[in-house]
Nanobody, 128 residues
Framework: QVQLVESGGGSVQAGGSLRLSCVASGYTYSRACMGWFRQAPGKEREGVAGIASDGSTNYVESVKGRFTISKDNAKNTLYLQMNSLKPEDTAMYYC??????????????????????WGKGTLVTISS
């Protein structure tokens, strides 16, 4: 049974930092395409960052240079380091996985939105 459990959300002022974590279980973590997504109130969900099995990463333009996605295969954990946070980063953040797609060109070359499994999310609130 695949499980993704996020943590690390919270409330910070603009300019601050947060690090989100996502612990995964139930599949071969190192072979999965992994990503972070977010959904703000009244808006559609959007992909924020993705990482492939070879470590290649992709980001939505609005977070480039501020957010860093990484993973620790030994701990089955995905991270999202968020710096220079802005009020528009306020959203529920979700971890997602597509097992077996970690080496797929679609995962390595772009943000893959078609994920199979999702966590329940962690809330990030940025005040101005």
């Amino acid at each position: 049974q695949v499980q993704l459990v996020e943590s690390g959300g919270g409330s910070v002022q603009a300019g601050g930092s947060l690090r989100l974590s996502c612990v995964a279980s139930g599949y071969t973590y190192s072979r999965a395409c992994m990503g972070w997504f977010r959904q703000a109130p009244g808006k559609e969900r959007e992909g924020v960052a993705g990482i492939a099995s070879d470590g290649s990463t992709n980001y939505v333009e609005s977070v480039k240079g501020r957010f860093t996605i990484s993973k620790d295969n030994a701990k089955n954990t995905l991270y999202l380091q968020m710096n220079s946070l802005k009020p528009e980063d306020t959203a529920m953040y979700y971890c997602a996985a597509r097992p077996g797609w970690g080496w797929n060109a679609l995962c390595r070359g772009a943000l893959l939105n078609d994920m199979n499994y999702w966590g329940k999310g962690t809330l990030v609130t940025i005040s101005s």
